[in-house]
């Protein structure tokens, strides 16, 4: 397991999977472990997974300021990264939460970012949260499937504050709820740092305009992926997220969830690696 030191003397892991040329991989959660992105559905055989974990989750140490776990400050640490890998350039997949930190890198160094693929990411760093009604619209699409009946009404209760988070509305997150699907989110709870969560995104985090007048003058060509079933974010937020980059193209996985990936591999890995070989 590679490890290298953060610009504070934090100790960062990352994962190697697969070979060829670099990917760097940002998780989501927010702060949750890299070892629920696995290979990429099969990514990791055309591209060489550089998959890190984030201060404090994973194999990466806790950071002595907790302060560090909000997004624009863990910026730092994927350069650190970059510098550690000896790269000029790198491609760059960020799923989920991992894409506003993507975007803050972006606009922090934008000649550092070769290619960036954006998977089902809520474009927080552009000041544009999945709200509790897309989720419902996204959640009404699975109408017909056995568990929507006992789960639509919790999941409502939860969005609008008025119920606490249960399991039993996780399959609204997956495509398709089948064992791979319950394995996955079974493994969440261990590998997430909640502490670290709250921090990601608090007050400062962001600053929407900055970013998005950085952004405009980013070269680098961006695939936004999204889910058709997802609701965080649904595809019609990914089309306005991508509208913050000058070169950016939409792909909506058919039959996805947050976690495309699983839901159909084989139709993630063709269009992400069609992406990332362009000229």
Known sequence: MPTFTASDGT???????????????????????????????????????????????????????????????????????????????MDVLAHSAGGSLAMLYAARHPARVARLALVTAT????????????????????????????????????????????PVFTPFFYGRWDDPAREHAARGDEECNDEAADVYGSEGAYDPPATRAALARCTAPVLVLAGELDGG????????????????????????????WLDDPEWFVRRVVAFLGQD
Request: glycine residues 12%; contains cysteine; hydrophobic residues 40%.
């Open 233 to 260: 974010p649904r595809p019609e937020l990914a089309r306005r997220a991508a509208e913050a980059f000058p070169h950016a193209e939409v792909a909506v996985q058919p039959g996805a969830g947050h976690y495309p």
């Open 11 to 89: 100790r960062l892991a990352h994962h190697v999977r697969g070979d060829g040329d670099p990917l760097v991989v940002l998780p989501g959660g927010p702060m949750r472990a890299s070892a629920y992105l696995g290979d990429l559905g099969g990514l990791a055989a055309h591209r060489r997974l550089i998959l890190l974990d984030l201060r404090g989750t994973g194999d990466s140490a806790a950071p002595a300021d907790p302060a560090t776990y909000r997004c624009d400050r863990l910026v730092a640490d994927v350069e650190a990264l970059r510098v550690h890998l000896g790269l000029e350039r």
């Open 123 to 166: 474009p927080w760093a552009l000041g544009m949260p999945a709200t509790a009604g897309d989720r419902l619209t996204a959640a009404r699409l699975r109408k017909g499937e056995p568990w929507f009946e006992d789960a639509f009404p919790v999941f409502e209760s939860w969005l609008a504050g008025t119920g606490d988070y249960d």
